[in-house]
């Protein structure tokens, strides 16, 4: 069993940056990859950004150069650090992973950027 938990989102400017983390617990072992996705309204959720143990990354073509993912495993927390932030960033964040064959998803956090 693995709950996570997101925090970080809130309100900000056109051009601005936010920081997200997402914090794993409850899993006897390490979670192998963790993900951050995003559901706008009348959209569907779509992948933003991965990151695996070896701390290889994948992002979305949408945010790459603007967004950064990264992890501590020690602490089992994962990041996001958004820059450059544009209006159509806007959406509910969600920390995503699989463990022992099981999605997981933390409670979402909204991200809104304003024009």
């Known amino acids: 069993q693995v709950q996570l938990v997101e925090f970080g989102g809130g309100l900000v400017q056109s051009g601005g940056s936010l920081r997200l983390s997402c914090a794993a617990s409850?899993?006897?072992?390490?979670?192998?990859?963790m993900d951050w996705y995003r559901q706008a309204p009348g959209k569907q959720r779509e992948s933003v950004a991965s990151?695996?143990?070896?701390?290889?990354?994948n992002y979305a073509d949408s945010v790459k150069g603007r967004f950064t993912i990264s992890r501590d495993n020690g602490k089992n927390t994962m990041y996001l650090q958004m820059n450059s932030l544009k209006p159509e960033d806007t959406a509910v964040y969600y920390c995503?992973?699989?463990?022992?064959?099981?999605?997981?998803w933390g409670q979402g956090t909204q991200v809104t950027v304003s024009s």
């Open positions: 995503h992973t699989i463990f022992r064959s099981r999605h997981y």
């Open positions: 409850g899993s006897g072992t390490s979670i192998l990859a």
């Open positions: 990151i695996f143990s070896s701390s290889t990354t």
